[in-house]
């Protein structure tokens, strides 16, 4: 098994650019939910964006056999129903005319896979072979080991083993040459749903690929503010200098959801809110806020301090600082099992034991059918209640809105228009597609753009999946609270608001 502290491979890691190589985006689960909404959208998205190599193919895969015809006509609804703004018909056609589709394949049959793959990467670099009307081959002749095949399992969580293996045994996790560094495998969260099944996955993983060629997906890692979070904290000195304890009061990460569960009751009566966001969501985020600063930007340092801040995240402690909630009538939706004691809300306090957070709460939010939806990252300000105003001084903050493109608000006392001296609150916004020049990509294009550039910087690796099972594994067992009922449209249950004492949740403090 191989991880980033492993010894390297002899095998090289690092693949032609994806500009110059061309590709074939493998989509198992291709006509799902996951694909149709998020994959194929995003890649018609990288190809307005000019972010594709020149050649390039999608290859559907599948349970049932379906024509070349049919799959076009599923691509086709995918982008007239979920294709992001901007995407034409020029993008259309574009995937249309790039796409095939082939049997899924398993551990005791390629299912036309393989032979599919031998087929498009020699179709995709033919070209270069002979140029048309020259009498010698291209001086840089591109072959079919040079390829880039990435293995995008938008499938369900309890058949990332299976397919796993299955890519190993047709010898899919290789290119022809032998060489792993053209082949890539992106796996959807949750990734394990305890740190047994954690283990048992990586370790199934691990026996097939190369850490190098794993790429964990966690989507709010791919969005554009959740980016920012780092720049404007290392690049400010406004703001890294108040990035501590010392002038940090809470750190709040609250993703209330209007949503309802009914369209994916099944999935999500068997997972609940904690399992669904915790671990693969809010965890990671805290990560990104709460980590010291790297030596530099590249990949190995970014990822190693994210990492090594939710290391020292302390175990959840259920009974003192977490509240689970159910909303009222939950149980009379289709697919939900009668008595579910399913969470649909959480609300945790999470301590991070170092010199940098000692003793400042971070406070997680999430939940369904809630008074708004947001998502948002908040750094409320400690007070000097001592010095020239008082205790009149209102709490300062550093907020971002990661929802769509992003914004950060700047919270802070001024003075009351008029004739006293009289203070108040006045906020300063800076929405992030404000920023010129630029356009923002959606966070699962962007995060299929650094797959395709072998980018890991925004993936999760087995190091920092560990830490975060281990700080949430508290919530599996017999210590795990009841589940308190709140009113579909409020802000969850009461109980929670005592955890975000004394300055109470910063969503939804009007109400």
Not at 181 to 202: H, I, N, Q, W
Not at 353 to 379: C, H, I, Y
Request: aromatic share 6%; no cysteine; hydrophobic share 40%.
């Amino acid at each position: 098994m191989t991880t980033d502290q492993d010894t390297p491979s002899a095998t090289p890691t690092s693949a032609p650019p994806a500009g110059a190589a061309p590709l074939v985006l493998v989509l198992h689960g291709a006509r799902g939910d996951l694909a149709r909404r998020l994959v194929i959208p995003s890649l018609a998205t990288l190809h307005r964006r000019g972010l594709l190599p020149d050649r390039w193919a999608l290859l559907g895969t599948g349970r049932g056999k379906i024509s070349r015809e049919e799959f076009v006509e599923h691509v086709r609804g995918s982008l007239e129903e979920f294709g992001h703004e901007g995407t034409t018909a020029d993008d259309v056609e574009a995937l249309t005319r790039h796409s095939r589709f082939t049997d899924e394949v398993t551990v005791d049959s390629g299912g036309g896979l393989p032979e599919a793959l031998e087929e498009v990467r020699r179709e995709l670099t033919e070209s270069d072979r002979l140029a048309e009307g020259d009498q010698e081959p291209a001086q840089h002749e591109i072959g079919p080991e040079d390829v880039v095949v990435v293995h995008y399992l938008a499938i369900p969580p309890q058949a990332f083993a299976p397919l796993t293996e299955a890519i190993g045994a047709q010898g899919l996790n290789a290119g022809p040459d032998g060489s792993r560094a053209t082949v890539r495998v992106v796996y959807e969260k949750p990734y394990g749903t305890s740190p047994e099944t954690f283990r048992e996955l990586d370790a199934v993983v691990h026996r097939t690929l190369e850490e190098e060629q794993v790429f964990r997906i966690d989507h709010f890692l791919g969005k554009e503010a959740t980016q920012n979070l780092h720049v404007m904290r290392f690049a400010n000195e406004l703001f890294s200098s108040v990035w501590d304890r010392h002038h940090v009061e809470q750190v709040q990460i609250d993703v209330p959801e209007t949503l309802d569960v009914a369209q994916r009751a099944g999935f999500y009566d068997a997972t609940g809110a904690a399992l669904d966001m915790v671990v693969s969501h809010l965890f990671q985020v805290a990560g990104q806020v709460a980590m010291e600063p790297p030596r530099h930007l590249a990949v190995s340092d970014l990822v190693r301090a994210r990492e090594d801040a939710i290391a020292d995240f302390r175990p959840l402690d259920p009974e003192n600082d977490v509240v689970l909630g159910q909303f009222e009538g939950y149980e009379d939706i289709e697919g939900v099992a009668e008595g579910s004691t399913t969470d649909t809300f959480i609300a945790a306090r999470l301590w991070i034991d170092n010199e940098r957070w000692r003793g400042v709460p971070f406070l997680l939010r999430t939940g369904k059918r809630m008074a708004a939806s947001a998502q948002r990252v908040t750094l409320v300000l400690r007070r000097d209640p001592v010095h020239l105003f008082g205790d009149v001084v209102p709490a300062s903050a550093i907020s971002l809105s990661l929802a769509g493109d992003g914004a950060i608000e700047l919270t802070t006392a001024v003075k009351k228009p008029g004739p006293d001296l009289d203070l108040a609150q006045g906020t300063a916004k800076l929405d992030l597609d404000d920023v010129h020049p630029g356009e923002p990509l959606p966070a699962y294009a962007s995060l299929l753009h650094d797959v395709l550039e072998g980018d890991r910087t925004l993936f999760t690796t087995p190091l920092g999946l560990e830490a975060a099972w281990t700080a949430f594994e508290p919530l599996l067992g017999d210590r795990r609270p009841a589940v308190q009922p709140y009113a579909p449209g409020s802000w969850g249950p009461r109980a929670a608001d005592a955890l975000a004492e004394p300055h109470g949740w910063v969503l939804g403090r009007e109400a």
